[in-house]
């Protein structure tokens, strides 16, 4: 151990009190060795070492009696000094002797590890801890039927299987004692943990949530089963069919079996809400089957790769609308022969496409320069200030969303861009251009923008709440704004909104402050006065209550249109206002109440 | 007009909504179904709730604008997956049949149906 190869790891605080006083595994274990018989009686095991210390002289004569003894028939039951010790009915009789058994031999069992132990010294000192208590507790208790003194009321007993240490020791109590002291004499030990059986272990409890099949699913099923017979389904108007396609995408259910549904060789607009069921098969198979396409949409369209855009190029040559959202899989080989091959495009928009390059956005420009209307590069993650110098050549663009880049472009590239191509931009999307400050406001927006009636600038960390101020006072009156979102700007605050509302108060439809903290109260009343409200979101805002609520959409005026409010994180809205406070208002839907879900 | 009994149906039914609901259709038919069974759509169990105050609620009344063949598939399955839904995890849904009871000439009018009813 370690005193023979000189090395000493840490030890335990025990280990090292009873290396002190002299006590070493190799000396417990001979001390084991020589009471190797097995135990008759099935005590609860505890350590006693002082008792054993004072007690070790005396054992080997105990231990002698007590096999002399008629003891060995585990008669503990009869030897019970308290007359009104409970009945054991025979099952528990049987119950008790087997655990006897099962104690003696599992004491029997950690004696032979004490000699493993003596024989391989080397183990780490852990383990010594846990095997001396056992070595103590194996043989310490007096056997059963002999007499001893009690510790307390030092009167003498019989021992039973029932006795007791004292605690403190050393000694034992006899029974009215041991009862005093609070602890029950007659508890059964814990039962051993019982281990698993493999055929347990391997029944593995699912939750099995039993959904029952809803009727939209068992009629996509039906549809899927006679797509090929689409006759079948009779004749349905193209207003039906988008509802349907909306339908089946709520589920994700539409599949390159279904999809067939949706096409007809002579429409010119198909929109789909979920494309991520359908392989790149189908998608060539779209072209085929819709050649007049010149409108295309696909959401969640990841499966599209460049073999279907470059089956794309022959099957639509009409195509002058593509929406895409989540094209990644397109290279930028793909990217220019679609653009090659489909020049005059009006409505280019991709979403999450991190290969689109300038190389791309070069061949857009050199092909639909004087057509594209509509020029969406959100989440595209190459955006940079070159991209905008090549933006700024569309003279007809009226939509632009270049949102969420992975790196911000710059305030000089921005205002530049705004200069070519404010004048007729009706939707305008920064948001997520964090080095954006307010001199694209002053120098971009305001001086520029004419026409515009969209305007999303979201997560501006460098947009101050003056600067906002300023640019919608100097915004031209003429144009109200009818959709602005400017959530997540938390350095913005009642000037802002202040001067927003005045500008285009009248107009505006839907409104996004959410996150501006420190928006005040009576800045926050002022939005009662824009009564074509549609939509509302003052996440944390932490001004809004009950009663700034009660304001907008409690009584006869205020946002009388309004059809959906958000307060998520307004902690003191309880949804109390209106009549009676019970926070309803027909045609209104408020999201995030802390303390409800849907009102 | 065809009144259609589905009482035999709900045989289950908690005396609580043992009530019965008129369901119209566009085309002027009208269903008697239990309220359980008319529980079983989203949309109509929102209509016909009290708490909401509604017309509807206090004739309980639903109309539902759809052609009465329609209706009655929608009915058809509502009483079938009240009955279902109430009934033991060994029993087994014979969705398969049910399926088959629904013609393709209608399938897609059903469909759009279903997802109003949001079921």
């Given at each position: 151990m370690a005193q023979r190869n000189g090395v000493r790891g840490p030890m335990s605080a025990l280990t090292e009190f009873l290396r002190s006083t002299g006590i070493t595994p190799t000396t417990i274990a001979r001390r084991v060795a020589t009471q190797e018989q097995p135990q008759p009686e099935a005590g609860p095991s505890r350590p006693r070492g002082s008792r054993r210390n004072t007690a070790a002289a005396d054992d080997e004569a105990e231990e002698e009696q007590e096999y002399a003894s008629d003891n060995l028939d585990e008669p503990e039951e009869e030897t019970q000094?308290?007359?009104?010790?409970?009945?054991?009915?025979?099952?528990?009789?049987?119950?008790?002797?087997?655990?006897?058994?099962?104690?003696?031999?599992m004491k029997k069992k950690k004696g032979e590890d004490d000699e493993d132990y003596e024989e391989d010294g080397d183990e780490d000192e852990d383990a010594y801890t846990a095997l001396s208590k056992s070595a103590y507790g194996g043989g310490s208790k007096p056997p059963v039927g002999s007499f001893e003194t009690c510790a307390k009321c030092e009167k003498q007993f019989t021992v039973t299987k029932y006795t007791m240490a004292a605690n403190p020791g050393p000694g034992y109590l006899c029974h009215p004692c041991a009862k005093a002291s609070g602890t029950d004499p007659f508890k059964k030990p814990a039962a051993p943990r019982k281990?698993?059986?493999?055929?347990?272990?391997?029944?593995?409890?699912?939750?099995?949530?039993?959904?029952?099949?809803?009727?939209?699913?068992?009629?996509?099923?039906?549809?899927?089963?006679?797509?090929?017979?689409?006759?079948?389904?009779?004749?349905?108007?193209?207003?039906?069919?988008?509802?349907?396609?909306?339908?089946?995408?709520?589920?994700?259910?539409?599949?390159?079996?279904?999809?067939?549904?949706?096409?007809?060789?002579?429409?010119?607009k198909l929109v789909m809400y979920d494309a991520t069921n359908l392989s790149p098969d189908a998608f060539i198979a779209m072209g085929n089957l819709n050649p007049n396409l010149t409108t295309l949409r696909l959401d969640f369209c990841g499966p599209l790769n460049d073999t279907v855009i470059a089956a794309w190029n022959n099957s639509l040559p009409n195509l002058v609308s593509l929406e895409l959202f989540g094209p990644f899989l397109i290279r930028e080989a793909a990217w220019l022969s679609f653009l090659e091959s489909h020049f005059n495009m009006e409505a280019f928009l991709i979403t999450q496409s991190p290969r689109f390059s300038l190389d791309c956005l070069n061949a857009l420009v050199e092909y639909s320069k004087r057509t594209l209307k509509k020029l969406a590069l959100r989440e595209v993650g190459k955006m940079c200030d070159e991209f905008l110098e090549q933006i700024a050549e569309f003279s007809k663009l009226e939509y632009l969303d270049i949102a969420e880049p992975d790196h911000s472009c710059s305030d000089e590239g921005m205002i530049q861009l705004l200069e070519a191509v404010g004048g007729n931009l009706t939707h305008l999307d920064l948001s997520g251009h964090g080095l954006l400050t307010d001199e694209v406001l002053s120098e971009g927006l305001a001086p520029n923008l004419r026409v515009l009636k969209d305007l999303k600038m979201t997560h501006l960390p460098e947009i101050t709440d003056a600067g906002v101020a300023a640019l919608f006072s100097s915004l031209d009156k003429n144009t109200g704004l009818v959709s602005v979102d400017l959530g997540r700007n938390p350095t913005l605050g009642t000037p802002a909104l202040e001067a927003l509302l005045a500008h285009s108060g009248a107009t505006m439809q839907h409104l996004c402050i959410n996150g501006w903290k420190d928006v005040t109260e009576e800045g926050l009343s002022l939005i009662k006065d824009a009564r074509e409200l549609r939509t509302l979101d003052v996440g944390w805002c932490r001004a809004v209550d009950n009663f700034v609520v009660d304001r907008w959409v409690g009584g006869d005026d205020g946002c009388r249109n309004l059809e959906e409010l958000k307060v998520w994180g307004c902690g003191r809205v309880e949804g109390k206002w209106g009549r009676a406070g019970k926070g309803k208002r027909r045609g209104l839907r408020v999201y995030g109440i802390e303390s409800q879900t849907v009102l | 007009m065809a009144d259609v009994d589905m009482a035999q149906n709900s045989g289950t039914t908690a005396e609580t909504d043992n009530d019965w609901v008129r369901?119209?259709?566009?085309?002027?038919?009208?269903?008697?179904?239990?309220?359980?069974?008319?529980?079983?759509?989203?949309?109509?169990?929102?209509?016909?709730?009290?708490?909401?105050?509604?017309?509807?609620?206090?004739?309980?009344?639903?109309?539902?604008?759809?052609?009465?063949?329609?209706?009655?598939?929608?009915?058809?399955?509502?009483?079938?997956?009240?009955?279902?839904?109430?009934?033991?995890p060994k029993e087994e849904v014979p969705v398969q049949e049910f399926m088959e009871r629904i013609p393709p000439e209608i399938v897609l009018e059903l469909l759009l149906a279903a997802d109003y009813q949001n079921m």
């Open positions: 000094p308290q007359k009104k010790k409970p009945k054991l009915s025979k099952a528990a009789e049987a119950k008790l002797k087997a655990k006897a058994k099962a104690a003696a031999a281990r698993k059986t493999p055929a347990d272990k391997r029944k593995v409890v699912h939750i099995e949530e039993r959904s029952f099949p809803t009727l939209v699913t068992i009629c996509i099923d039906v549809v899927a089963r006679h797509i090929d017979d689409v006759e079948a389904f009779g004749d349905i108007g193209t207003l039906n069919l988008e509802a349907i396609s909306k339908a089946i995408s709520k589920n994700r259910s539409l599949t390159s079996e279904n999809a067939p549904l949706f096409y007809n060789a002579e429409q010119t | 369901v119209m259709s566009d085309d002027g038919y009208s269903f008697l179904v239990r309220r359980s069974v008319a529980n079983a759509s989203e949309t109509m169990r929102d209509m016909l709730d009290t708490a909401g105050n509604y017309a509807e609620a206090i004739a309980r009344t639903c109309p539902v604008s759809q052609r009465a063949v329609i209706v009655e598939k929608l009915l058809e399955y509502m009483s079938f997956k009240a009955y279902y839904e109430k009934a033991g």
